[in-house]
């Protein structure tokens, strides 16, 4: 069970903690690569959601996948919540932390999908003019896919600018289903 109120407290908790000791910053990569793995790692997910794996077991995996990968304040961290039976919480505290980090830093995290790579001075451009209408700085995300035709998706904050292809050819055909050149008899 994934529940959004203990990913979000755990996830204060440990910037306040971090905040004390003066490493947000560092925290934050560490999150960063914590909320990575658990994203990419299917199996990994279902041995951590898994109540017959004994916490001991969860404990020696994620002391094997982190320790020489994160700093020891997230390391004990993450090993406190496998050892609270949260470890399924894991990927969802990350991303709340991650959240967290960024409102109190004043930072905005924004998405660029192109259907092509997009020259660096572009995603440059991009981001100055994101962080003009924000008045924050800006995290970009700029990634390429194949299931676009072309043009540009871009979301940040709660705005979103879709210059896709496909959805000016939906926006079309909806303009011709009005069809209000039939004459009217």
Request: charged letters at 30%.
């Amino acid at each position: 069970m994934n529940d959004y109120r203990i990913n979000q407290n755990y996830a204060k908790a440990l910037y306040l903690l971090a905040s004390d000791l003066g490493q947000t910053k560092v925290v934050f990569d560490d999150m960063k690569l914590v909320g990575e793995v658990f994203k990419e790692n299917h199996i990994l997910n279902t041995v951590f959601n898994n109540p017959v794996i004994k916490e001991e077991k969860k404990i020696n995996i994620a002391k094997e996948l982190f320790s020489e990968r994160i700093s020891a304040t997230s390391l004990a961290f993450v090993l406190y919540v496998v050892k609270k039976r949260r470890a399924v919480n894991l990927g969802g505290i990350s991303r709340h932390y991650l959240d967290y980090y960024r409102e109190k830093n004043n930072i905005v995290l924004a998405n660029l999908m192109t259907a092509v790579e997009v020259n660096p001075e572009h995603v440059e451009r991009i981001r100055d003019e994101v962080a003009k209408f924000t008045h924050k700085d800006v995290e970009m995300n700029a990634f390429t896919t194949n299931k676009m035709l072309g043009s540009f998706y871009l979301s940040f904050d709660t705005y979103l600018y879709d210059a896709r292809l496909l959805t000016k050819i939906a926006k079309m055909r909806k303009e011709f289903r009005k069809n209000d050149y039939e004459s009217r008899l």
